[in-house]
């Protein structure tokens, strides 16, 4: 057993025994005394779901990964500091600035989305000190925060939209609204435990109207599709500041026809006109109206801007010009002619998967994009944007390191595939030359040789070569047979008793002790029987995802470090 692997070891029986007797001291603290953390990167930006520019500063840019905490930039996206690094939490989904004194920032905890594979948050923050210092506000249980509205005239007042908690029902959701800087909260607009605030937007000359986009979903925690959607979703609008609320429907899908979240976008230049992206199975689409929300048509049906809904619906307008609008989606999209025609101005490489467009107000050819890939800035119109390789922001799902000397350190990042970093470098940092990608899936397991470091296998499962660069697809079984059942992340992992054994986890054991040339079932099915959907989802178990095809699979495989054979070692 290596030293590394003897230290993983000692960390890990730390964190447990601490973990399991809570206050109790297992290891004398001294030992880890010299024990401080580094970056080591990768300087690739991560998903991001949360961007603001400071108009009348068109350099000052904010940004907040999903898992990243705050991050500024005071150069037009050069380079990006940490702000947040203190609080107790980094999933962040929504930030704010306010227009009328730039210092004040609110921060929305949580990643804001309904997604497969999430972190939740405690609620938001705020920055009277240009994000200097924080301070807590409240909305804890609301575990998803989408949008934070500021008054353009009163730092304030300040509307904040909660999705509420992704698996299940309760009441800390809607739309909250402060008039005391976030000291307390009133909810405004509420329906019921299972329909959260989704989407915020003021009408830019009279900040007493607002819009709100209501969404009725839940995350099933066993599945890797969409969110479940039920009734009680719809666009709402106040006259009154948020006193009272009506819904607008004409023209607009409903609940017969499946409809899910809504995106809105004002025209700063005529605020009678709105767009809105709905998600919907027979009427999703871009929707325009020209008498402030009261009634709608769809004008564009293309499954490019509006498809993934409960991924994307980002719709934003240009301040100057009510016909030029931008949509965020799989790419970043532009039309000058109010929705009709769209052209991709921004995409692969260096991003996909686009949630959220900002302009400035003063100046629309700066434009930010927050993508799952960080955050990247125009200032010419999108004509040319700034790196995502500035920013260690990576969410990564899984990470394990190998036996060389220096250890190098492997991980899955989402939607940019994996990386490999060395723990040290000879050049005095880590830098591009010190990290590349080895051959595995975004959200995969990573399990390096241990007989070999040039052989990393992951996923599914892949095995890389180093030596020669090649990926090779050495998986047990054809995934999509329907035979066996794979989640997102499967566990991969060597044994420590054995190096020739590589394990992999379905709802059962795989094992292969050839480099993954032959597999061997080495248990029953370990997972529970399909019990269809659970009762406490309601309405929502009439998704089309119902069916629970991808419940029940391994999530952790743990072989004995001991030097004794298992019993899964003898089977």
Same mark, same amino acid.
Request: glycine share 12%; aromatic share 12%; charged share 20%.
């Given at each position: ?26 290891? &004398? ?56 690094? &203190? ?5 962040? +989904? ?48 609301? #575990? ?135 998600? $919907? ?92 890939? +960080?955050?990247?800035? $125009?200032?010419?119109?999108? #004509? ?6 500035? #920013? ?23 939607? $940019? ?131 629970? /095809? ?11 470090? /001991? ?9």
């Amino acid at each position: 057993m290596t030293s590394i692997y003897r230290f993983c070891c000692l960390l890990f029986s730390l964190v447990c025994g601490i973990c399991a007797a809570g206050s109790a001291q297992q290891f &004398d603290r001294q030992l880890f005394q010299e024990l401080s953390w580094r970056m080591i990167g990768p300087f690739r930006g991560g998903r991001t779901v949360a961007i603001s520019g400071v108009p009348g500063q068109q350099n000052v840019f904010y940004m907040a990964p999903n898992n990243g905490g705050v991050w500024k930039s005071t150069d037009y996206g050069r380079t990006w500091n940490p702000i947040f690094d &203190d609080q107790p939490t980094g999933s962040i +989904g929504a930030l704010a600035v306010a227009p009328s004194n730039p210092d004040i920032i609110y921060v929305g905890s949580g990643e804001g989305l309904r997604r497969p594979d999430l972190s939740t948050g405690d609620g938001i923050y705020k920055s009277s000190d240009g994000g200097h210092a924080w301070q807590h506000l409240g909305l804890r249980d609301g #575990q998803q925060i989408s949008v934070i509205l500021v008054d353009p005239h009163d730092p304030n007042r300040v509307f904040v939209a909660v999705v509420g908690h992704p698996y299940g029902p309760n009441a800390e959701r809607g739309v909250f609204r402060s008039l005391d800087g976030g000291l307390t909260w009133k909810k405004i607009l509420y329906k019921d435990e299972d329909t959260g605030g989704m989407d915020l937007a003021f009408d830019p000359s009279n900040p007493q109207i607002l819009y709100a986009d209501m969404w009725a979903s839940r995350r099933p925690p066993w599945t890797t599709g969409n969110s479940f959607d039920g009734p009680g979703s719809g666009l709402y609008k106040s006259v009154d500041g948020g006193e009272t609320w009506h819904q607008l429907t004409k023209g607009l899908p409903t609940w017969t026809n499946r409809l899910g979240r809504i995106g809105l976008g004002v025209a700063p230049s005529d605020p009678s006109r709105l767009y809105a992206l709905v998600d $919907s199975p027979a009427r999703g689409g871009l929707y325009r109206s020209d008498d402030a929300g009261e009634s709608w048509e769809r004008i564009n049906a293309d499954g490019r801007v509006w498809g993934r809904g409960s991924d994307f619906a980002c719709v934003r307008v240009d301040p100057k010009d009510k016909n030029t609008i931008y949509i965020a989606n799989i790419s970043t999209y532009r039309s000058t002619d109010a929705g009709a025609n769209f052209t991709a101005i921004k995409g692969a490489p260096g991003g996909d998967d686009y949630h959220t467009v900002w302009i400035n107000p003063e100046n629309p050819k700066i434009i930010a994009l927050a993508v799952d890939q +960080g955050a990247t800035i $125009s200032v010419n119109g999108g #004509q040319t944007w700034s790196s995502w390789y500035n #920013q260690p922001t990576a969410q990564l799902y899984h990470v394990i390191t190998d036996n060389q000397f220096p250890y190098w350190v492997y991980g899955g990042q989402q939607e $940019s595939g994996s990386v490999g970093t060395s723990s040290r470098s000879d050049t005095g940092e880590i830098s591009f030359r010190d990290w590349y990608p080895v051959g595995v899936e975004e959200y995969g397991y990573v399990a390096p040789d241990p007989l070999d470091p040039n052989l990393i296998y992951g996923g599914k499962v892949t095995k890389f070569n180093r030596t020669t660069a090649q990926t090779q697809d050495v998986s047990p079984v054809v995934l999509r047979t329907g035979q066996f059942r794979f989640n997102r992340t499967e566990p991969l992992i060597f044994s420590p008793v054995d190096p020739h054994i590589l394990y992999f986890g379905s709802n059962v054991l795989f094992k292969t002790t050839d480099g993954g040339n032959h597999w061997q079932i080495i248990s029953p099915d370990l997972t529970r029987e399909d019990p269809g959907v659970p009762s406490n989802l309601g309405v929502f178990a009439e998704s089309d995802d119902a069916q629970g /095809k991808h419940r029940g699979v391994i999530y952790s495989i743990a072989p004995s470090p /001991k030097d004794v054979k298992t019993d899964l070692d003898r089977h």
